[in-house]
């Protein structure tokens, strides 16, 4: 079956380091990723998308990558701050819609 | 340029009554996508309109309906309400069709129903 998977439980880091998150899909080809970012009551808002073509995409703070032998994007905030605490989803075409994960929590503590 | 409108915002219904939520996309826009949101399925598409037409409809029930009008304008239903659907519903227009993902999606605030 087709699947879009984000780690579930919320990833707590520090001010200052870099965060990780990990979208990871089983039985889709998607040309295009895309990633959002939520806050708690709000709708989600596009930060980026990366073409399959694209191994990596950068944008200020953020960067993406996009490998599809493996199946996954990553999504990294470096220099991550208090602000940066919002759930992000990944996103893909799949049977002509755009598919979200279920997101990850990011905590960032002082 | 003005967001996403959602209204209404807050609702609460009971079971077995309908609800109408509508969708102000961005200026030019004419594609609207509608979502589901619960903490245990996340987003879930429910339909997307493009043109004043439906292009692709997610797995819910007839329960659920929409349309989009010439200004692009959206609204969808609900009928005969259960307590499942509490739910945030967002919708989101893009410049594209929704299904080539080459585009942006830009949500709107949501409307939180809950049924009781």
């Known amino acids: 079956s087709q699947k879009i998977e984000q780690n579930s439980e919320a990833l707590n880091i520090q001010e200052g380091k870099t965060a990780t998150l990990t979208c990871n899909y089983t039985?889709?080809?998607?040309?295009?990723l895309q990633w959002y970012r939520q806050d708690p009551g709000r709708g989600p808002v596009f930060l980026l998308l990366?073409?399959?073509?694209?191994k990596e995409k950068r944008k200020e703070r953020l960067k993406v990558t996009f490998d599809t032998t493996l199946k996954q994007s990553l999504f990294h905030i470096t220099a991550s701050q208090p602000a940066d605490s919002a759930t992000y989803l990944c996103?893909?075409?799949?049977?002509?819609?755009?598919?979200f994960g279920t997101g990850t929590r990011l905590q960032v503590f002082p | 340029k003005a967001g996403v409108t959602q209204t209404p915002r807050y609702l609460i219904k009971t079971r077995g009554q309908q609800v109408t939520l509508s969708c102000s996309p961005i200026s030019g826009h004419r594609s609207v996508s509608w979502y589901q949101q619960t903490p245990g399925q996340g987003l879930q598409f429910l339909f997307e309109?493009?043109?004043?037409?439906?292009?692709n409809k997610g797995n819910f029930p007839g329960r659920f309906s929409g349309r989009q009008f010439s200004n692009s304008r959206s609204e969808m239903n609900v009928s005969t309400l259960e307590l499942g659907d509490s739910a945030l519903y967002l919708c989101?227009?893009?410049?594209?069709?929704?299904?080539?993902?080459?585009?942006?999606?830009?949500f709107g605030e949501g409307s939180r129903l809950t049924v009781l």
């Open positions: 309109y493009f043109s004043e037409t439906q292009r």
């Open positions: 039985n889709y080809s998607p040309a295009y």
């Open positions: 996103a893909l075409v799949g049977t002509d819609k755009l598919i």
């Open positions: 990366i073409r399959e073509n694209e």
């Open positions: 989101a227009s893009s410049l594209s069709p929704n299904s080539r993902g080459t585009g942006e999606l830009f």
